[in-house]
């Protein structure tokens, strides 16, 4: 039996587990046309929606690198500096449904073979916006979407009813991805904020609206630094800022952590990791954790706009591990699937040398005798 480097993730057949995550990369058509061209298994599209979209003055996006010998991070091109992570404050897509309506349907045309998720978002606080999720959700399906994919994430919006303001409340999780589920035939997968107490919580509430995944991590919120000569921030309109989003490898263990938690409480559910992967070696960790496909876009910024070497390496990595691993019978991603879930454990759980005076960290009960 030989390698095997497909995948099938809520139905749908991958022939790779790697996608672009919805970001610049996925921002056009030319884009996307590339991005299968190279090798990308799927994408997800820039998020699609109704409402106006107007970005900020200038830099939407910027990377921040430390320097190997004082680990200053700063959006400073200097040398020697290693990636430290992307910073963005970008809306979704400007461009609108009836422009991705045609694109989507020419793309799936001219690859049939490859996944192509939209990503939707409208507000949630009434009929009305409901129902514009409803109007994306069933324009992108008669495109030719092969999935939905709605954004419960953007970190950067105003409007209390959109973005992660959705994903930090339980009950618009549910309700938003019951609307959707009312009017799809194609799987829905709902994109979590990172930013609140419990993610369990809110994928518990997404589940319970009929989501088919959860997908980890959008950016975490986060201020560009402020520049030690200038005392401006890095960067600024007119010397304000706003809260954006932080990705890349800087975000690589708390999305990991995020992930854990959301496959060890559901197990049997499917979920698409993201979050400061460039190689395998970092995907490996999401596939241990239980992940059926994951995501990319800072790498992938930083690589032609739409990660051609990145998807290559990535390729060539997994067939390159899976062949070492079949002298002991994995042939695909679901006979590895989920094999570390399990070692991610209580502190208490956790051998130490002293254990029985440990006692979970609670004091003992005073009065009553140590048991002999
Ligand atoms: C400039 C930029 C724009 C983004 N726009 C979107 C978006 O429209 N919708 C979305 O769901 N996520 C968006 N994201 C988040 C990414 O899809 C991804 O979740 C995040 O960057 C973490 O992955 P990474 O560490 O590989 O960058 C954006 C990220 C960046 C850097």
Redesign the pocket.
């Known amino acids: 039996m030989s390698v095997d480097i497909t995948s099938t993730f809520t139905g749908i057949k991958f022939p790779n587990p790697f996608l672009l995550?919805?970001?610049?990369p996925t921002e056009s058509e030319s884009n996307i046309v590339r991005a299968f061209e190279a090798g990308w298994g799927g994408v997800?599209t820039?998020?699609i929606g109704l409402h106006p979209v107007v970005n900020v003055y200038g830099a939407?996006?910027k990377f921040m690198r430390t320097s190997i010998d004082t680990a200053q991070v700063s959006m400073k091109k200097r040398p020697d500096a290693a990636l430290h992570s992307?910073w963005?404050w970008?809306l979704?897509?400007d461009k609108t449904l009836d422009w991705w309506q045609p694109r989507i349907r020419r793309i799936k045309d001219g690859f049939p073979d490859r996944v192509l998720i939209a990503?939707i978002m409208a507000g949630s606080g009434n009929d009305k916006e409901l129902g514009h999720w409803q109007t994306l959700a069933k324009a992108c399906q008669e495109a030719g979407a092969d999935g939905l994919?709605l954004?419960f994430?953007?970190p950067h919006m105003d409007r209390k009813d959109m973005g992660s303001n959705i994903g930090k409340d339980q009950g618009l999780c549910s309700v938003v991805t019951e609307a959707v589920k009312e009017v799809s035939t194609i799987p829905v997968w709902c994109?979590l904020t990172p930013a609140t107490a419990d993610i369990v919580v809110e994928a518990a509430a997404c589940f319970r609206g009929g989501a088919d995944a959860i997908v980890s991590?959008?950016?975490f919120p986060s201020l560009p630094v402020i520049d030690p000569e200038t005392l401006e921030f890095e960067i600024n309109v007119d010397g304000r800022v706003s809260s954006g989003?932080l990705?890349?490898p800087a975000?690589l263990p708390m999305?990991l952590a995020k992930m854990a938690q959301l496959t060890k409480a559901f197990p049997d559910k499917s979920f698409s990791g993201?979050?400061?992967?460039s190689d395998l070696s970092q995907a490996l960790s999401y596939f241990l954790l239980g992940c059926g496909t994951v995501?990319?876009?800072?790498?992938a910024?930083l690589d032609h706009a739409i990660g051609p070497n990145v998807i290559k390496k990535l390729n060539q990595q997994y067939r390159d591990f899976l062949e070492k691993q079949e002298a002991q019978g994995w042939h695909q991603l679901e006979d590895f699937r989920g094999l570390r879930r399990d070692r991610v454990v209580l502190q208490s759980e956790i051998r130490r040398p002293e254990a029985a005076e440990y006692n979970a960290g609670y004091e003992g009960v005073e009065g009553y005798a140590a048991p002999v």
Do not use: R, Y
């Not at 995501?295 to 790498?299: K, R, Y």
């Open positions: 995550s919805s970001a610049p997800v820039k998020t939407k996006a992307s963005n970008e979704i897509s990503s994919e954004n994430s953007c994109k991590s959008n950016t989003g990705g890349g975000i999305a993201i979050g400061g992967i995501q990319v876009c800072t790498a910024m």
